[in-house]
Each structure stands twice: as C-alpha cells, then as structure tokens.
C-alpha cells in the first residue's frame, strides 16, 4: 500500500507536511510506503534533519506548481496540472498509490479528485465527513462542504458512505445516523430534510431520526447527515466556539488576581479540555465516493494532524472502505 | 401603551410569567400598562404575592385554553381559538394593546400572529430575530426559525427588518448588515445565498458582504441573515456549546483535587463567563415584519427574561419599529 501526501499548498508551506509524513512512516507497517509530492528540492532539503533517505518506503514525486488557498478550483484543475494536488490525483488514478492526503484548498481537492479520480460506481457526489468531538467519543458530519446544494437521493448516499467510514474507520459498532433538522419528528425541517427523512427511513441505514442542533454533540447520533452548505457553516461555527470562550474566561478570568490564581491550579486540567474540544485534533476529514482514499486537512494543519491524516487513509485503505461503499449502495439503490 | 403577556403555555406555567410582569411593570413608565392573558383565578392567586392588583395599569384577560408545545401550531390556531396566545393576538388586532409578549409554542406565535394579526402592507414573510452574544456586545440573527424555506426576497425583507430592529431597540448606530455564508466572496454559497448576495447588495441597507460560521460571534456585523432552518440549527447549536463546554471543563477538573481548588477561586469570574455566554440572557426573540409589537421567549424563561422582554416590547413600540419597517420596505421595493 502507498499514500501519495501533497506536500504543497497548506497555510505553512511544506514543512509540517514532511515532519508529518516522517513520523506517520513509524506508525504504518513496513509494508506501506508514502508518496511526498510536491518540489524536489524543497522538500529534499527538508527530508535531511529527519534522518530519512528516499528509497522504496519514501519516494519524491516532483510536481512545479502550487494551488494557492485563492485559487478558484475549477480553474486550478485546469490551469496548473503540474501542481502537487494534480500530480498526487494522477499517482492515484494511475493505481500507483491507494490513497491521497492534502492540506491545499478544500475546494481544490475536491474538484480535482472528483474529476482526475473520478467517483465510485453509483456515487452521485462526492461529500466531506468531518470528525468532531462529541460528549463521549466523536461524531461524524457530513457532507462538511463538498456541495453546496444537494439533491435528496444525495444525502442518502452521504448516510450510506459516512455510516461505514464511522464502523472501519472510527470503530464504531453499528452507527447510529441522524438527519440534523430543526425538530425531531420526520415532518419537521425544510423542503430537502423532508424528503431525506422518508428516504432514509425506508433505507435500513441505521437511521434513527431527525437530530436538533441543540443535540448534535450529545453523542445521540454517531453520523449526522445534512447538505454541505449547513454543513460547512456548522462546522465553521463550532469550530470557533471553544477559543471564543477561552478567550471570554480569560477576559473575566483577568480582572481578579485570586481568580488568576485559580486559572493557573486549574491550568494542567484546562489543556486537557481544550485538547479535546478541539475540532481539528482529528487529523483530516475524509472526502468520501472518490474512487480511493483521500483525507483532507485544514489548511493550517502541524505535523501531529498530517500524521493522523495518513494513518487514517491507510485505516480507510486495509478497511476496504471504497469496496464497501459499493457493495453498500447497490443494496440502497 | 400596553403589552399584553400571554401567561400560560410556557415549560413552568404561568408563575415565572407573572412574576417577570409584575417587574416589568416597576421598569416600564406610568401610562404604560400590561393585560395578562390566561386563566383568571390561577393568575389572580398568583398576582397576591407581588402585592399587585388589576386596574389601569394591570388587567386580567381571560382565556381558557392553552396552547402546548406539542399542539401542531395549525391546529391550535383553529381548534383552541379561546387560547390564551389567541387571545392577545385578538387584543393587538383590536387595537386594545400595542404588543405581545408570549413564552409560549414559538410555532403557534408564529402562526397566530400571522394569521390574527397579519403583516405590515409589503411585508411577506414575518421572520424571528434573535439576539446572541458576541466578542463584543450582540448580533441580531434573522430568520432564527419561522421560514424553513426561503425565496430570496423575503431574506432582503429580512435584512431590512433586522437592521431597524438592531437601531431602534438594541440600539446599534448604523448596524452592518451581512449574509450568512460560506465563504466571504459573493459567488460563494449556495443558489440561494448567491441571490441573495445579488439583491442585497443593491438594496442599501448597510450590507457588508458574506458572513462564515467561524466570524458571526466574531462581532463583525450586527446582523445576520440567513433562512429559517439554517438560523434554527445554528441558534440551537449555538446555546448548546456554552453548557457543554462547562460539561467537559468539570469532567477534567474534577479528576485532579488542585484544579479543583483553582476553580473554586476562580468561580466568581466563571459565573461572569456563563452570564456572558448564555444565549438566553436577552429576553426574547422579535417576531418582526407582523403588524405590533411580538417578543417571543424561551419555553423556559425566568422572570428576568420575561422581565426584558415586555421592556423589549415597549422599546420596540415607542421607537416606532413598525412604521418605520413599512416606510423602509418602501424604499428596497
């Protein structure tokens, strides 16, 4: 097995993207080799305080150009097809690798796995699933962004492809899917979720109902499905949540020299909880119904997030996942 | 001026309703006088404690029925038609009161107060706004939940609406006006949002562009515009975060006896975080663009938030919100 890693187009340049990949090469089998893409000298000069040598576990893979975060996607697909995200879409299509892992533009990504790779036979789209931190555990949300405007048949696949990346994946056992409207009864929500919630509920997908924001990170529901463009504001919002009460508790926390004292007794305790409500400790987020692995990263990802990006294309890869979500939607269809 | 308050149909019955009218009757000046609708002994025996009794100022309204939170809003506007919520919208479209204060069904407000008391002439969807805690002081979020699915029109009518709202009562000078999106370009979001983008920003109305998830508490604008279910969604998840993001700080402090001594020193300046934080501090919801004052409220307000929301009612009513609504959508249309 091979990932190709798109070592270009992150926030940070390629440096945590090398130091990513070198430590992800410890986790995997010996019998898994990584693909880094991007440009040969740059990242050449950065393999060297790694101690790492290319060879059969490690190859280079020169690619000139970088899709920057303003790139309109469609345009980067066409224009710069000697881009690092281009040249690791082409190792997959080609069969030379099993999976891709990039920290470029989402929207580029997802165009260009889309076209380049190509979909699973029966899949109508391509959607995100974002791994979040929930109560007890972690919850997957999808589609994070992939298509702004969805077709019901769509978020059926979604629940379909997200329900086994959540089972080989994340390890859960059965996966509870939920519809993420604004009331729990099925006739609740606007015109899409209406029509999703019929469809799912006769599609034997582990559908258990509508999910309320209010109860999205309860732990209720394993899957929540929901359009990308909900999705992504969802994600987005959640996202900024956390540090926006860090930063309200500091400003409060700041008046008072006793309660400063407090903050720093309490100071070990509070890292862990902002260690776990962090949304981007999960690595990356799978695009799912490309005909591979892929897992997409934030774009300001560090080494610790691209080492778990990789790991999870290889889970997504010695799973079957992309086989499973065949077989899957034959059954739905 | 007078405010009716729909005293029955909330989570905890008419007692916490009561109490926030009595206070609110300290609060607000002499010639304004509230009529309390719902059933007259329960509410007589309750007025007994506050030392009130009926007269200009205060008056019993009778109704006998009440409306509950899984009645089908449909079908308690025709079936309960002597509700206590039925029974104020009959008051403000009589002309006997100039607002209505309810903690009632929000669906059944909704519907009734449409229906009994109809719109401001070019007004075509009443939309709730709500008003959430930012970095720095609030945003007004519009449509948080009565239109599930929306043309373009009515979200430029929203807009319009939200931004003399956020002037006149919350008291914001020339508030910026943005659309909830997901990216800040105006080609980015969904069909709607793209419209949406399109009307607006011919419209006038102090629009400053799109809006992400991760920026809305950011306090870059003072009011988002969005559809009904998006709004609903994000408003739910977002009163959700805060209790969960305690949930897990006392979870991890727990485990270790110094993190919790810190945090006993520290819960002064925590509970400041909390008031800052919790989206229920502000009283109540405008329902705007219905002909009179509406405020709704939680199912589940104390009197300090029924307490605001008849002051909301009184502000709305005296800075002339209504009329200047009707004028305003004269110049946009």
Not at 10 to 20: M, R
Not at 33 to 53: C, F, K, M, N, W
Not at 120 to 130: C, L, P, Q
Not at 188 to 211: D, M, Q
Request: proline share 4%; aromatic share 4%.
């Amino acid at each position: 097995m091979r990932i190709a890693v798109d070592a270009m187009g992150s926030d940070h340049g390629p440096a945590p993207i090398v130091a990513g990949a070198a430590a992800a090469l410890d986790d995997l089998a010996g019998d898994v080799g990584i693909d880094l893409v991007g440009r040969e000298a740059e990242l050449s000069a950065l393999l060297a305080p790694h101690r790492l040598r290319t060879g059969d576990r490690l190859r280079l893979r020169p690619a000139s150009e970088v899709v920057e975060m303003s790139d309109p996607p469609l345009l980067a697909l066409r224009r710069k097809r000697d881009s690092s995200i281009r040249r690791a879409a082409d190792l997959l299509a080609a069969g030379e690798v099993d999976g891709v892992v990039s920290a470029g533009s989402t929207g580029a990504v997802v165009a260009t796995m889309t076209v380049v790779v190509g979909l699973i036979a029966g899949v109508e789209r391509a959607a995100i699933g974002a791994v979040l931190p929930a109560r007890r555990g972690s919850i997957l949300l999808i589609d994070a962004g992939a298509n702004l405007d969805c077709r019901a048949e769509w978020l059926v696949q979604f629940a379909v492809m997200g329900r086994l990346y959540s089972e080989v994946v994340l390890g859960v056992v059965e996966p509870r899917v939920a519809l993420l409207s604004v009331g729990e009864e099925g006739n609740k929500g606007n015109e899409l979720t209406r029509a999703v919630f019929a469809r799912l509920s006769a599609a034997g997908v582990g559908f258990t109902g509508n999910i309320e924001g209010k109860d999205m990170l309860s732990g209720r529901a394993d899957v929540v499905v929901c359009d990308g463009f909900l999705g992504n504001v969802v994600l987005k919002l959640g996202e900024s949540l956390p540090p926006h009460l860090f930063a309200v508790i500091a400003e409060e926390v700041g008046k008072s020299p006793i309660a400063r004292v407090g903050m720093w007794l309490a100071r070990p305790a509070l890292r862990q909880v902002k260690h776990r409500l962090d949304w981007e400790t999960y690595g990356g987020a799978p695009l799912l119904g490309v005909d591979g692995a892929c897992i997409i990263c934030h774009g300001r990802s560090g080494p610790r997030a691209i080492r778990a990006a990789v790991r999870m294309a290889a889970d997504f890869v010695s799973g079957g996942v992309k086989e499973r979500i065949a077989v899957s939607l034959k059954g739905v269809a």
